[in-house]
T-cell receptor, first 114, second 118 residues
């Protein structure tokens, strides 16, 4: 079975600084998708970024980028120029397809200090 | 963009009663919907996969007679918590797959339902 591990329960970052959230996963599949979701206090799930496993190039979305290490099964999220609105719970997730069922990690609560 | 409407957003019910939660795709046909449960400050746990016109597939440990799922149309899936107990109190979230979008299109999430059983 696939598992997703987020070992850091909480992190804090100074506004305008950079922070990296860690995630590792385990799977025997060769083709899959990895995601980072943001869940603010409203509890709406917001897709931040996704990575197709067959792509070697790391995905980027504006201030958000990932470091995808397929051999190490590592998928970290880097948030640059952190903003107060980035404060939320962040979940790393795995799926065998882009719109297949998601397996989520435990999540990490990110706080941003003004 | 695609919108998934989940209703109600909050519900309080008495122990022993049943509660129905609706997940509706407003501008697309959802061939598949997923139901998740989330306890406070914890992860989302998949409960079941709902396919239009067929029986739902439940994850291990989820009681199908307790959590009834019906996906009778391409725009609506419902989750009914039967004979609710306080331990069923949780946040329930649905997500939907757009059957008409490319296969690499992401899922769309509802806003969730907070269920409190007294």
């Amino acid at each position: 079975a696939q598992t997703v591990t987020q070992s850091q329960p909480e992190m804090s970052v100074q506004e305008a600084e950079t922070v990296t959230l860690s995630c590792t996963y385990d799977t025997s599949e060769s083709d899959y998708y990895l995601f980072w979701y943001k869940q603010p206090p409203s509890r709406q799930m917001i897709l931040v970024i996704r990575q197709e496993a067959y792509k070697q190039q790391n995905a980027t979305e504006n201030r958000f980028s990932v470091n995808f290490q397929k051999a190490a099964k590592s998928f970290s999220l880097k948030i640059s120029d952190s903003q107060l609105g980035d404060a939320a719970m962040y979940f790393c997730a795995y799926a065998t397809g882009a719109n297949s069922k998601l397996t989520f990690g435990k999540g990490i609560t990110l706080s941003v200090r003004p | 963009g695609a919108v998934v409407s989940q209703h109600p957003s909050r519900v309080i019910c008495k122990s022993g009663t049943s509660v129905k939660i609706e997940c509706r795709s407003l501008d697309f046909q959802a061939t598949t919907m997923f139901w998740y449960r989330q306890f406070p400050k914890q992860s989302l746990m998949l409960m079941a996969t709902s396919n239009e016109g067929s029986k739902a597939t439940y994850e291990q440990g989820v009681e199908k007679d307790k959590f009834l799922i019906n996906h009778a149309s391409l725009t609506l899936s419902t989750l009914t918590v039967t004979s609710a107990h306080p331990e069923d109190s949780s946040f329930y979230i649905c997500s939907a797959r757009d059957g008409g979008s490319p296969v690499n299109s992401p899922l769309h999430f509802g806003n969730g339902t907070r269920l409190t059983v007294t």
